[in-house]
């Protein structure tokens, strides 16, 4: 039989556990490191009539407890560590643990696969149109450039997951579209290949073990390669790029190098290469050139080194073919805000930047906005 001093001390230990995260919501007694990733916060909600009675206020008010519940993030962080220890899982949207701890996104291997295959038909009519805007604004003195970038998936396909073996398709976009642009004599740059075809060679790792994005080496590589395509292809004296390599390191400097073992929020540090980080400096010549980018987040690392801002003469990036950086940072200038039109013609270079991973959707919707621009007024 339990004493009564035993029972008022398992009743205390009891109480305390139910009250200790409001204390900690509330006092926050303890610090912890804040759980990472893409997350919205949700304000506590005011409570009205209305959405009393239509339930709106039960539900915000309730995400509101989630996301401010004491102690979420170690409670999170064990969570995922014991699926990500026991199971191989990551509770992390989209995330692929592969083969010795690599991990990877689904659209990635989905693309090396050819699971997201779009069809010989659709990508042949992509690149007709692709081929009618690039003519038209070749005639008007802008050159439109494709630029396929590498990708996780393809890069280290030896270490997706075997289960994923069975879904694999025959052909895949990034084939599909180098050769329609192949046939269409169309330039292009290759990174994608030349990447797979340096792996065991390169003076440093292409791709990180634990991060989706390339290397900041391969940033360098590809910056280095697309100023010196510029300055190949422009009587000009247009900037260079300049880099040193320093001794390789295992300590990650670089935030993309771990931006997906970041998000998987757990407590185990995983394996990492012998990361190398560069010094780097883009000396200025006597021209610039007008450049407009469209990519996917793979260009931020372009965008920092300055490919756009020192090399270009207000370059600009059209994130996604939605934001227009860098004015976006203090007036949120959106691509629906330009006349379409002039922004074109107003530039030299529009480079169009892509994974196998994007593919699916070429050219982020520009190809087609520009086709309406100049074959449908």
């Known amino acids: ?185 169309m330039p292009y740059l290759d990174f994608n290949a030349w990447f797979r075809q340096e792996k065991e060679s390169a003076l440093a790792p292409l791709f990180p073990r634990t991060g989706i994005h390339w290397s900041k080496y391969g940033m360098l590589i590809a910056t280095d390669s697309i100023l010196r395509f510029w300055n190949s292809n422009y009587n000009q004296d247009l900037p260079t790029l300049h880099y040193t390599m320093p001794d390789s390191t295992t300590k990650m400097t670089s935030g993309s190098d771990a931006d997906v073992e970041d998000g998987l929020n757990i407590y185990q540090t995983l394996p990492h290469f012998d990361m190398v980080y560069p010094s780097h400096k883009i000396v200025e010549r006597n021209d610039k050139i007008t450049s407009a980018v469209i990519a996917d987040s793979y260009y931020w690392g372009l965008f920092d080194i300055g490919l756009s801002t020192i090399a270009c003469d207000s370059g600009e990036f059209w994130y996604y073919f939605k934001q227009v950086y860098p004015q976006n940072f203090t007036s949120g200038l959106m691509i629906d805000d330009l006349d379409l039109k002039s922004a074109i013609e107003s530039k030299n270079e529009i480079l169009i930047l892509q994974t196998d991973a994007t593919l699916d959707r070429f050219g982020f919707g520009f190809i087609e906005a520009a086709h309406n621009v100049y074959f449908k007024p």
């Open 1 to 185: 039989m339990i004493s009564k001093r035993t029972y008022r001390i398992l009743v205390g230990i009891i109480g305390l556990l139910f009250i200790a995260p409001l204390l900690q919501r509330n006092l926050h007694l303890w610090t912890f490191d804040a759980l990472k990733g893409a997350r919205t916060a949700h304000k506590k909600p005011a409570i009205t009539l209305e959405s009393w009675l239509n339930g709106q206020y039960q539900k915000d008010a309730d995400k509101y407890c989630t996301d401010s519940f004491g102690f979420q993030s170690p409670l999170v962080r064990s969570i995922n560590q014991i699926d990500f220890s026991l199971f191989r899982q990551a509770n992390a949207q989209y995330v692929v643990v592969g083969k010795e701890h690599y991990l990877y996104e689904t659209p990635y291997i989905e693309a090396h696969l050819g699971m997201d295959f779009l069809g010989d038909s659709t990508i042949s009519e992509k690149v007709k149109m692709y081929k009618q805007v690039h003519d038209t604004l070749f005639a008007l003195g802008t050159n439109l450039r494709m630029i396929f970038a590498p990708g996780k998936g393809s890069y280290f396909p030896e270490y997706i997951p075997d289960y994923y073996q069975k879904y694999r398709r025959s052909k895949t976009n990034y084939q599909g579209f180098k050769a329609g642009f192949d046939n269409a004599n």
